[in-house]
């Protein structure tokens, strides 16, 4: 089975959109979307759920007013300044609440107890080329990085089940915990990147980062064209770093004007040279 990952140093390279376009190449695929803070890919692939499961992220507290006596140490105690005295009222923004459960200790009138916290979501549904696994953290939520493991373990077991040869995950911009979760164990690690300052700095961060793993990492340079001297540093750091370039993708409207009309580009203009651009980076990827 391949694994392969599409990531960026940055938001707003292209990844998703390349993504797509992969997601659309290739019958019997396994899609999954690990950007579970700001979720997207199914805009434009549009699955039909069939599992809608509530994802617990932790607990958050909440305050009985009736057994409440309005002592204030939760108050001086919570270093998350998530609990405050309104109108002779404790109220505890759920926000701001980080669940470690220190104002239910040390609360003397037992006033403060702690719920699930399950307001995050998790899909499977079906796609016109496979079964996409994805889900939505809530807003102001944490353990981003917990919901992606659990959107890669479940990838995994339906594509054991399916006996599909292809997982493509489409991963979280940054380093942070969500992408070391989506990373690890995959085979082939695809960057998409743009010539701009912060493109390249964002690129180095990330090439960093993916030292520590062993899958084989791939890159593709979008919107080459807009700053010829960037595109020029940016291979040179693909070369340094013994990263295989697929290719280049000139700056083109397509890319937005398929997503207008949930779609990727393979979809909205086979013939188009983007697509035919992208199809050859899709050939080469999985043939190496």
Known sequence: MTEIVILSGKGGTGKTSICAAFATLNENIILADCDVDAANLHIIMQPENFIEEPFSTGNKAQVNVDLCILCGECIDYCRFDAISNVYNTLKISTTACDGCKLCEKICPSNAISMFENNKSRFYIGNFRNGIMVHARLSPGEDNSGKLVAYVKKKAREIAKEKNAGIILVDGPPGIACPVIATISGANKIVLVTEPTISGLSDLQRIISLLKNFKGK????????????????????????????????????????????????????????????????????????
Not at 226 to 246: F, G, S
Request: include cysteine; aromatic fraction near 12%; glycine fraction near 2%.
């Open 217 to 288: 990492v791939y890159l593709i340079i979008n919107k080459f064209d807009i700053n010829d001297a960037y595109t020029k540093k940016i291979q040179k750091l693909a070369e340094e770093q013994n990263i295989t370039v697929l290719g280049s993708i000139p700056y083109n409207r397509i890319f937005t004007d398929a997503m207008i009309h949930c779609q990727s580009v393979i979809e909205y203009e086979p013939e188009n040279e983007i697509s035919k651009l992208v199809e050859a980076f899709w050939k080469e990827l999985i043939n190496r």
